[in-house]
């Protein structure tokens, strides 16, 4: 692991330390100390690796300076960050100055880097069009990250979107917290259509409204390759939730969208719930958005379509049991199947008699109590309530928390021919009714 110094300035005594890690990460940190004694150990052992090194960063004079200041490093820590995969650079709360941009600049422009991220970093115009000329013109990133570092103008976030655009290889965009209070409704409403190349985009705190506007929806509704959409802490309402809601009816791509923290209420979150579960008829249930799940604030919208058996079929067939006949209770609604033709009897019979998997009754309850009312509360990420997110954090705190118990070989088979049993049943159950509801009255009324 090797450990380089950057001078900020000629005239500072200051260092930002460079940090490439064997994951190919390299880092800059906010200005750290660093223990001196376990720098030397970490530097390249020989004396010509170092200047080798030091000759492809700074100038003989640049050079020179660097060397007399590295036994002047403070005491402190050494900074640390793993890597997801691929080359990464990381800049985390530097001032970006002009004098740290000529440094940096040259070298970084050279380097193949697949992941960018700027964080939470002091950037004047100077810096903010340093940041997207990196991005221009390295042309092998595939993530770039603008978090916590404001873009103050119309001009540079035009500038900033036109290269996302031209990117030949960008696929995960993230502008976070980063743009300013100047820049217009429209502007931010046309970041959306200009990234929709992208498989993922983060447009979280940036208080975007549309004002009306349904630019964002109309370019979800053309089926972008879009597969991630977060657009949390920002100002959408009860309107645009339902123009996203229609929009989606026609996408099949887009797999997450996350609208936490908006101001969405009941009527929103119901358009968006309706846009994946339409409950109005069988038809319109199979008809529904199969593929995106949907996080909010305040209510529960069930996280179905990504975690159900059987992919979007699975998803299908959940959704039409969970108008049919919930798990769990004898109740099957006769009414909606009184109107089939007798042509399609067949097909009914063979559907109603295979009743889907034990791990799919969950998310057939959740759709049934959902289609009466939203529950109170909301998803995290991982799919579980806030709630008992919160339960969780709190067993962990007194030491209350068990890891979870793995059956035995037995115990398994034993669960599993259980749970095979109990479909088995639900099914004749089904069956059963709609052949005494639907089928024998219609056979009478010939």
């Known amino acids: 692991m090797d450990i380089f110094l950057l001078p900020i300035s000629a005239a500072s005594i200051q260092l ?3 940090h490439v890690f064997p994951h190919n990460i390299i880092y800059l940190p906010h200005i750290v100390e660093i223990n001196a004694e376990k720098l030397n150990k970490s530097l390249p052992s020989s004396k010509r690796e170092e200047e080798s090194f030091l000759d492809r960063l700074f100038d003989a004079s640049q050079k020179e300076a660097y060397l ?20 990464q650079f990381v800049m985390d709360k530097v001032e970006l100055r002009k004098d740290v941009i000529d440094i940096i600049g040259p070298h970084l422009k050279l ?29 092998f990133v595939v993530k770039f990250y603008l978090i916590g570092s404001e873009v103050a103008t119309e001009e540079d976030l035009r500038v900033l979107l036109q290269v996302i655009h031209d990117h030949p290889s960008l696929r995960e965009l993230e502008l976070k917290c980063c743009v300013g209070p100047n820049i217009k409704s429209v502007t931010l409403n046309s970041v959306v259509p200009m990234c929709k190349g992208l498989k993922s985009l983060n447009l979280s705190g940036n208080n975007i409204s549309t004002d009306g506007s349904s630019v964002i929806a109309d370019c979800l509704a053309t089926n972008p390759s879009l597969q991630e959409l977060f657009l949390c802490g920002n100002k959408f309402n009860d309107d645009d939730a339902e123009v996203i809601a229609s929009a989606l009816k026609t996408n099949t791509n887009l797999w997450k969208l996350d609208m936490k923290d908006n101001e969405i209420g009941r009527r929103g979150c119901n358009a968006l719930f309706k846009a994946i579960f339409d409950h109005d008829s069988l038809n319109f249930a199979a008809s529904s958005n199969h593929t995106c799940d949907i996080f909010v604030s305040r209510y529960k919208i069930p996280i179905v379509n990504g975690f159900i058996v059987g992919g979007e079929d699975g998803a299908i067939q959940a959704k039409k049991f969970a108008l049919i006949s919930p798990p769990d209770d004898n109740f099957v609604d006769i009414h909606l199947l009184s109107t089939t033709p007798s042509a399609l009897m067949h097909k009914l019979l063979e559907f109603v008699q295979n009743y889907p998997p034990i791990a799919s009754w969950h998310f057939i309850g959740e759709l049934y109590r959902g289609k009466s009312t939203l529950e109170y509360g909301a998803y995290t990420r991982f799919g579980v309530t806030e709630e008992r997110a919160r339960e969780r ?11 979870p118990q793995f059956d035995s070989k ?3 088979e034993r669960k599993e021919a259980a749970g095979i049993k109990r479909v088995q049943i639900k099914s004749l159950n089904v069956l059963m009714s709609v052949v005494k509801g639907v089928v024998v009255p219609m056979f009478f009324s010939a």
């Open 68 to 87: 007399k200041k590295l036994p002047r490093v403070f005491k402190g820590q050494l900074c640390d960050r793993r890597a997801t995969g691929g080359s």
């Open 111 to 139: 380097n193949p880097f697949e992941s960018i991220r700027f964080e939470d970093n002091l950037l004047d115009r100077d810096g903010v069009l340093f940041a997207i000329d990196v991005l221009k013109q390295i042309s």
């Open 16 to 18: 930002i330390m460079c």
């Open 393 to 403: 954090e709190q067993e962990e705190r007194e030491g209350h928390f068990s890891a």
């Open 410 to 412: 037995e115990e398994k």
